[in-house]
């Protein structure tokens, strides 16, 4: 994270429209691309706030971006008013953006850093690992129901910020770019996991297949379903879908299965003792079943036949694209320490040799839970 001091992220806070005085702008959050910190303030009764430094070498059109997130999050609270409140604001269940003095939706700063503002939803809490089927199946809810009130929002109004983001053709590309290139010398460090990548390029091209023969309808999608995305209320209700940097075109298996990488996986994203890494079952049905509950209002049954394809899919692109920046010498993703893009990458390699292992009874599971509700 770059360094601006109390003074600067104050000055930074008060460019939006905000009631109350700047108590203290904190670190805040785990996400490995933007800058985020918590901004309290000192009026009773009025919210904190997320004040964010988007990270404008990965989203190089910061403008597009808010306005896919304007897009996005006018339609969702259109349809939460539709729905009825169900005892709560509106601005507790999508992102509320706050202007700046001038109006925008964004604070340009004079070393060209651009920053953003939202309410910081208050007695919420996420996960970065799943502990109950409760919670797995809450978040299957939140990014089912997230799926569906944008159903029919019109796909070509929603900018590709980030071109080919899920497309593993263009990753794997990337990728062997990376291995040519050897900027750092640390090929041979990886000959291992390129093998595993390398054996299975041709199995994780079915969904682009199915999509390009018209199988696959293309949806506006979330694109970064990580289960610490849903903000769950103290009842762990799923209260709001966080993280809206990434909606795009996409189809419904990437979301499926970036979500599950997340919920069936006992261990965190980046765990060093692969031993550790197991998977959960239990969770897994639990998130299929929360989806299904929002998401069969809108399914056909080919997207379901494809959930699978994307279960496996997303955890072995997170491997490519961790190792892409592992061999790149680690520009896109915040590290901790060093290797860790390559702690991460071995971590999601294990996690789908795991899948890979249960592939049919988690086919199985799915097709069945389908069947219960649709
Ligand atoms: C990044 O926003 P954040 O840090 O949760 C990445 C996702 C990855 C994720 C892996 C724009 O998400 O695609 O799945 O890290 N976001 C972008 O943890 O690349
Ligand atoms: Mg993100």
New binding site residues.
């Given amino acids: 994270m770059s360094n601006f001091n109390p003074q600067q992220l104050t000055a930074l806070a008060n460019k939006f429209v905000i009631q109350g005085d700047v108590i203290d702008v904190i670190p805040f959050g785990s ?4 800058d985020t910190y918590r901004v309290r303030t000192a009026q009773q009764q009025a919210r904190d706030y997320l004040l964010q430094r988007i990270n404008h070498r ?1 989203f190089g059109d910061v403008p597009s971006l808010m306005q896919n997130i304007a897009i996005v999050t006018q339609q969702l609270k259109r349809k939460y008013e539709a729905i009825g409140g169900n005892g709560r604001s509106l601005a507790d269940r999508v992102l509320t953006l706050i202007p700046t003095h001038t109006g925008l939706a964004y604070h340009q700063d004079s070393e060209g850093n651009f920053w953003r503002m939202f309410i910081l939803l208050a007695d919420t809490r996420s996960y970065d690992i799943v502990e109950t089927p409760q919670q797995a199946r809450e978040g299957g809810r939140a990014f089912g129901q997230f799926q569906r009130l944008l159903a029919d929002l019109d796909v070509t109004l929603i900018h590709e910020v ?1 071109p080919d983001f899920h497309h593993i053709g263009r990753r794997l590309a990337k990728l062997h770019q990376a291995i040519a290139a050897d900027p750092v010398n640390r090929v041979r460090r990886v000959e291992e996991e390129l093998m595993f990548v390398k054996a299975r390029e041709k199995r994780m091209h079915t969904i682009l297949q199915r999509a390009a023969e018209g199988q696959l309808p293309l949806r506006i999608i979330h694109n ?1 379903t ?1 289960f610490n ?1 849903v903000l769950l209320d103290v009842h762990d209700r799923a209260q709001c879908v966080i ?1 809206l ?2 909606v795009m075109p996409g189809y419904v298996a990437y979301d499926f299965g ?1 979500a599950i990488r997340t919920i069936i996986n006992s261990a965190a ?1 980046d765990e060093a003792d692969l031993s550790s890494i197991t998977l959960n079952i239990p969770l897994f049905e639990a998130y299929t079943a929360g989806y299904f509950e929002e998401a069969h209002a809108f399914l056909v049954r080919e997207e379901i036949n494809s959930l699978m394809e994307g279960v496996l899919l997303l955890p072995y692109m ?1 491997a490519v694209r961790f190792l892409t920046d592992f061999l790149e010498g680690d520009h896109y ?1 915040k590290v901790h320490h060093a290797d860790h893009n390559l702690q991460r990458a071995r971590a999601q390699i294990k996690l789908v040799e795991l899948l890979e292992i249960h592939e049919p009874e988690l086919r199985n599971s799915i097709d069945q839970l389908a069947k219960h509700t649709i």
């Fill in positions: 996400g490995h691309i933007n990965v980030l970064d990580k995305n993280d940097d990434t970036d994203e997170q993703y």
